[in-house]
């Protein structure tokens, strides 16, 4: 990702001055015990799955990636010019990190890794993705997802 300084400086402009919207709830609640937890991962780093269609500029839907996806099969459809993919390239858990969760349900750190994980297109305003994050959690809870591993990217 590329620095705030490394930007010209009417683009620095524009992101400072971008609005964070508020909200009404507060989304952070206690759950069970770390091992206890069903846990599924929801990035910002526009990810898909191959042969799904790429995100457009200013997205407000998320693409479902179901937890067996190789890796090879992942794809970033990021549409910042800013964006910084070397982390990515080396390493697909620096945006996505599915093999250090399955690590940790393997150790039985937590409980189990979700069977599906979603990615949203960062680069949009939060507050226009408000209704795909309330359908969102829908699925989650049919998964039975208990845990949510927020990744911005």
């Given at each position: 990702m590329v620095r705030m300084s490394d930007l010209p400086e009417n683009v620095?402009?524009?992101l400072s001055n971008v609005e964070c919207p508020d909200f009404d709830s507060n989304p952070w609640v206690s759950g069970p015990p770390l091992k206890e937890r069903r846990v599924a991962?929801?990035?910002s780093a526009g990810l898909l799955c191959r042969g799904d269609r790429p995100f457009p500029f200013g997205a407000k839907e998320y693409r479902v990636i179901p937890g067996d996806t190789a890796a090879?099969?992942?794809l970033m459809s990021h549409v910042s010019s800013n964006f910084d993919r070397t982390g990515y390239q080396q390493d697909l858990n620096v945006i996505f990190p599915i093999?250090?969760?399955a690590e940790l349900a393997a150790e039985?750190?937590?409980d189990s890794v979700?069977?599906?994980h979603y990615s949203f297109m960062g680069a949009t305003r939060p507050d226009l993705l408000e209704p795909k994050a309330r359908e969102l959690a829908g699925l989650l809870k049919?998964?039975?997802v208990n845990a949510v591993l927020l990744v911005p990217v």
């Open positions: 620095q402009t524009a991962i929801v990035s090879s099969d992942l093999d250090r969760l039985r750190v937590i979700a069977d599906f049919e998964d039975q």
